[in-house]
């Protein structure tokens, strides 16, 4: 399988943007630019569970997310599409592929 423009592109800001997290100080990266990438992320990874019943780790394997950093996330993805524990529960609760 050929690797798209679009995955170049990709893992072209994956890089440069892991290299602006590990700088200490304020994170070059604009909150405009999070938002894109959290969006993006957030729409690819549940096209590709549930239109395409693909599963795989939303995070790239050497690289740790820590649960400080799930947890944050989640709960604002929560708050920001009006989500709260009782529809967590819910989607939790659904099988997953294996």
Same mark, same amino acid.
């Given at each position: 399988?050929?690797?798209?423009?679009?995955?170049?592109?990709?893992?072209?800001?994956?890089?440069?943007?892991?290299?602006?997290?590990?700088? &200490?100080? *304020?994170?070059?990266? #604009?909150?405009?630019?999070?938002?894109?990438?959290? /969006?993006?992320?957030?729409?690819?990874? %549940?096209?590709?569970?549930? &239109?395409? *019943?693909?599963?795989? #780790?939303?995070?790239?394997?050497?690289?740790?997310? /820590?649960?400080?950093?799930?947890?944050? %996330?989640?709960?604002?993805?929560?708050?920001?599409?009006?989500?709260?524990?009782?529809?967590?529960?819910?989607?939790?609760?659904?099988?997953?592929?294996?």
């Amino acid at each position: 399988m050929s690797t798209s423009d679009t995955d170049i592109a990709i893992q072209h800001a994956f890089e440069l943007s892991m290299r602006a997290l590990k700088r &200490d100080g *304020d994170l070059d990266i #604009s909150d405009k630019s999070v938002q894109m990438l959290l /969006t993006i992320g957030a729409k690819a990874f %549940s096209r590709k569970f549930t &239109d395409e *019943d693909r599963f795989f #780790s939303p995070f790239v394997e050497e690289e740790i997310v /820590t649960a400080t950093e799930a947890i944050v %996330s989640i709960s604002e993805f929560m708050h920001a599409a009006d989500l709260n524990t009782f529809d967590l529960g819910m989607w939790m609760s659904r099988p997953r592929p294996k």
